[in-house]
């Protein structure tokens, strides 16, 4: 016998486990981490935590945020200012280097064979497992056995300024942290661009040409002004996720034997706010998960924001469509 | 007031402009992928090789690198966990994730796509907000929450707590994707199988559900990728050897063999790029549709 | 204001040839349409005039200067799309400055030239307005102005009326012959519709099939059809076709079809018996008279459906069972059914070789 269900409790039947993941690996967390921000969990009073949510052992307070805004913790500035070194100069990567390479790519090079060939090469790193990614750049830095140095003494590049290692001496850690993660951004906007550029109607670069405009004219006075609206969703969305982004730091500065993960990444100073956060609750003696969360909280309470701006500035169908060219 | 045709000088001009074109394409495009080229050689090269001259040629053709397929690799006292072991848990946890999505997100995305509900639209809505949000940065929390449940440190279990929480961070974005595959049946179909007596149930499993067959191998296919090369959560929650995967294994390598053996890494690392490979040179149209349509950093 | 000649231009897309051996000589100031049904070459030829599509053998001559080898910028052409083509991001104004910014010229002389245009085009008044704020009769004229604004050699347009609505065009066919022959630029004018061409065209070629049919006035086209296509493509509504034998009985000359003999003068009957005797007869519509009895030499034939046009009617002939129409002026009363008589008018048949469609006649 078939169970009757009624038709309006049948969507909710398929959407369920849908809904039930979402909450435990989205919406707990983020409300969680929003709770523990307050607290002064730690590994001490951890497993008290766990047996007993509401466990005395676990103090509210405001002492974290006292640390991060008051500059008690004196590394907040320091992470404060990698982080911003990082996001500008990788956002300036896939929003502006990525059009350049979009509009060489998809339109300058006019055989769609070589196009083809060129953008699944861009797709590469993107692609790649992360921990091979880490492993292939740790080979090609090494001063011994790796492709850079070599390859920076062709192009030119003086000894003097080459450095005994690119892991450890800022800033050769921050420019390596910068393109490690810009090689993998680009391919983000060259996506995102190259789809907006294909849908130009042939026509208008057709009237382009007749009205005497060389190839370069047309990227200037046409592409690029027509590309306007897929730019500001790639810095909005880039902005957001690089705010947020750690784990090529983490694999590539995090294996070094000794100081773990947090110790070489501070001392290359390429640890940005959200390695910072990890590493407070993950690798310090005390795993601080209280101060972690706050740190992490800051970041969470920026993304809500910044998702709830793009959504109105963009609204939900150029969310779904940010190739979509139009004036 | 007649004009004759006065013919430009060509040559000149054009000539200069489409050289400079292409030299600007070469510098831009081709020259960085130079770094990433190298490294795809090395990768192939180093790990058949025994000393490596000039980071890609060849000095010998030797399987040595290949040897922590037969016997365990040491260093000094330590002796790491035997290879294959690891390559099983590696699998556990990709299989996981994948079942576990593709059973949610194909419900799901069949409701998003097709099922009348109230808050339709904001569900969408919040689904692609969800694709935004960073969910590294939920590490922490996500601690809390493994404890709790006591998937944690209990050996396979705390991988089981770990394929939960990586089917559910993949979830909207395959989700999305099946739904437009679902999008694309038209309804009529639909129709007729409900009018040829089926209830909407039957309907799904019998006529809709064969049609976004390769809606379901590309997320299965994405969700299995992303399993095996999943290493944040793994590292961060598991402390016991004998339940790493390759990602963490490869890691702790890379730390300890860094100078020593590139050669066995980056046999390691061609190992471990193997299912992914794979996949690609199979259904390279597919999934590249896929990183496209999906853009997540 | 230059010569266009287009020397046996062939354009191949691999396996696919759009244009084969296209001889075309467009004389200094004329009007010229290219016409024919979709997918018959003619707005390739046009893009290869304009030098975006290079010609995969033959050439291209302004005046007699070799062109064929030079970028659209180099050749000084002004082109209306059949889309507009108006870069969406910019004014009006700066949509027809466009061309002249490129090449540099100082700002004053750009905004005089544009004003200028705007005027010619009476469109003033929407030079700060972008072009989707535009009606299609507005887009069109902007597209107008682009190209007209850097007084180009020779102006092309591609179905530049196809996108407005009937009324508008008429008006625009008018308006557009009248500004060609005020400026008198070289222009040629893709269009699939032979009344436009008919009416604005000072010579139109005719294409099919990537393949020139026939390059003549329009007159000539209409009275003197090289072939069966032209025949049947130029005028509304068509010739009617009749297949048939040309016979020899005791001197005289006849085209027997299947359905009725018709007596022809000698000499023409000779003409075409010298040739072949299979043929097909063409006649026009409007050249053929229903009556209602019997005469000789007549063909004999039963009203089938009439549909009135209001000035004219349009008869719908049973021969057998083929189907003629003939245009005429309502009269007589004629009812489906009715058996009448159709007289030819002998000055004005066509006939054309069966086998290769060629006009005898």
């Known amino acids: 016998m078939a169970l009757k269900i009624s038709r309006k409790m049948l969507p909710w039947i398929f959407l369920a486990p849908m809904l039930m993941m979402i909450i435990f690996s989205w919406i707990a967390p983020v409300l969680l981490t929003v709770y523990l921000g307050f607290t002064d969990l730690s590994s001490k009073n951890f497993l008290d935590f766990i047996r007993n949510f509401f466990t005395e052992n676990v103090h509210l307070t405001l002492e974290n945020f006292e640390k991060i805004f008051f500059a008690k913790d004196p590394y907040v500035v320091e992470a404060l200012t990698i982080t911003a070194i990082y996001v500008v100069s990788v956002l300036s990567i896939n929003a502006i280097f990525a059009l350049v390479l979009s509009i060489a790519i998809a339109y300058f090079v006019r055989n769609e064979i070589v196009s083809m060939l060129l953008r699944v090469s861009w797709l590469i790193p993107r692609i790649m497992p992360g921990i091979i990614y880490a492993l292939v750049w740790n080979w090609f830095i090494d001063p011994k056995y790796g492709l850079l140095n070599t390859l920076l003494k062709f192009a030119g590049v003086p000894e003097a300024l080459l450095p005994e290692s690119w892991l450890l001496s800022p800033p050769y850690s921050q420019i390596l942290m910068i393109v490690v993660n810009g090689y993998v951004g680009a391919s983000f906007g060259m996506i995102i661009y190259t789809a907006a550029i294909k849908s130009i109607p042939t026509d208008i670069i057709n009237a382009a040409l007749v009205d005497g405009a060389s190839d370069f004219q047309i990227a200037r006075h046409i592409i690029v002004p027509l590309l306007k609206w897929p730019m500001l969703f790639v810095i909005s969305w880039q902005t957001l996720s690089l705010l947020s982004s750690y784990e090529y730091i983490l694999m590539i500065w995090g294996s070094g034997g000794g100081g773990g993960y947090a110790g070489i990444a501070r001392a290359a100073k390429v640890m940005v706010w959200s390695l910072y956060s990890y590493s407070k609750a993950f690798a310090a003696e005390e795993h601080l998960y209280g101060y972690a969360s706050a740190l992490s909280l800051i970041l969470v309470v920026v993304g809500v924001v910044l998702i709830v701006t793009y959504f109105k500035i963009f609204g939900f169908r150029r969310l779904m469509e940010p190739s979509r060219i139009e004036v | ?297 | 204001m230059v010569k266009v000649i287009l020397d046996n231009v062939s354009k191949f897309f691999g396996k696919v040839k759009a244009v084969v051996d296209l001889n075309l000589r467009i004389g200094d100031g004329e009007f010229v349409a290219l016409l024919g049904p979709s997918g018959c070459g003619k707005t390739t030829t046009l893009l290869m005039v304009a030098g975006i599509y290079k010609p995969t053998r033959g050439k291209i001559l302004f005046d007699d200067k070799d062109v064929t080898k030079l970028p659209p910028r180099d050749r000084n052409v002004g082109m209306v799309f059949q889309s507009y083509a108006l870069y969406p991001h910019m004014s009006v104004y700066d949509n027809i400055a466009f061309p002249l910014r490129l090449k540099k010229v100082p700002r004053n002389e750009i905004d005089r030239k544009v004003k200028q245009v705007a005027k010619l085009l009476r469109i003033e008044e929407l030079l700060h307005r972008k072009p989707s704020q535009l009606s299609g009769g507005q887009q069109q004229r902007v597209a107008l102005g682009r190209a007209l604004v850097k007084e180009p050699d020779v102006l092309l347009l591609d179905e530049p009326l196809s996108n407005l609505d009937a009324k508008l065009r008429v008006v625009m066919r008018a308006e557009l012959k009248r500004l060609q022959k005020e400026l008198k630029i070289t222009t040629i004018y893709v269009t699939h519709d032979q009344v436009e061409a008919m009416s604005m065209a000072d010579r139109i070629a005719v294409m099919n099939a990537g393949k020139l049919q026939q390059y003549a006035p329009p007159t000539e086209l209409y009275n003197k059809p090289a072939n069966l296509f032209v025949a049947g493509f130029i005028g509304a509504p068509p010739m009617n076709f009749i297949e048939g034998l040309i016979k020899e009985i005791n001197g005289e000359y006849y085209f027997d079809s299947e359905y009725f003999k018709l007596k022809l003068v000698n000499e023409i009957g000779e003409m075409i018996a010298s040739k072949t005797s299979e043929t097909i007869m063409g006649f026009r519509p409007e050249n053929a008279k229903i009556i209602l009895e019997e005469k000789p030499n007549t063909i004999q034939g039963k009203v089938y459906v009439v549909e009135p046009l209001g000035k004219d009617i349009i008869v719908n002939i049973k021969i057998g069972d083929m189907i003629v129409k003939i245009l005429t002026r309502p009269g007589a009363e004629l009812t489906p059914g009715q058996n009448i008589w159709l007289q030819l008018d002998m000055k004005k048949i066509h006939f054309f070789e069966k086998q290769t469609g060629k006009a005898i006649i």
């Open chain 2, 1 to 297: 007031m007649r004009k004759k045709f006065k013919m430009p000088s060509i040559g000149g001009r054009t000539i200069i402009l489409n050289i400079i074109k292409y030299l600007l394409v070469i510098i831009i495009a081709v020259i960085p992928l130079i770094p990433v080229w190298s490294m795809l050689l090395w990768l192939a090269v180093q790990s058949f090789s025994g000393r490596v001259i000039l980071g890609i040629i060849p000095s010998e053709v030797t399987f040595k690198n290949w040897r922590f397929l037969w016997s365990p690799i040491k260093m000094g006292l330590k002796e790491y966990p035997n290879i294959w072991p690891v390559t099983l848990n590696t699998l556990f946890l990709a299989l996981g994730v994948t079942g576990l999505v593709v059973f949610v997100s194909t419900l799901g995305g069949y409701a998003l796509s097709r099922m009348e509900f109230k808050g339709r639209m904001e569900l969408m809505q919040f689904i692609i907000a969800l694709h935004a949000f960073p969910s590294i940065i939920l590490l922490i929390a996500l601690f809390v929450i493994l404890n709790n449940l006591g998937l944690y440190g209990k050996g396979y279990m705390t991988l089981v707590g770990i394929i939960l929480i990586k089917a559910g961070l993949e979830i909207p974005m395959a989700t999305w994707i099946i739904k437009g595959f679902f999008d694309a049946i038209p309804w009529d179909l639909e129709w007729a199988a409900l009018v040829d007596g089926c209830t909407r149930w039957k309907a799904w499993r019998t006529v809709i559900l064969p049609l976004v067959l390769p809606g379901i191998g590309a997320i299965s296919i994405f969700s299995f990728l992303s399993g095996w090369s999943e290493f944040l959560l793994v590292f961060t929650y598991v402390e016991d050897e004998a339940y790493y995967t390759l990602p963490v294994l490869i890691y702790h390598m890379i730390g300890e063999f860094k100078f020593i053996d590139w050669g066995m890494l980056a046999a390691l690392g061609l190992f471990f790029t193997i299912p992914t490979i794979i996949f690609f040179s199979t259904s390279q149209k597919l999934l590249l549709r896929i990183y496209v349509g999906g853009i997540k950093r």
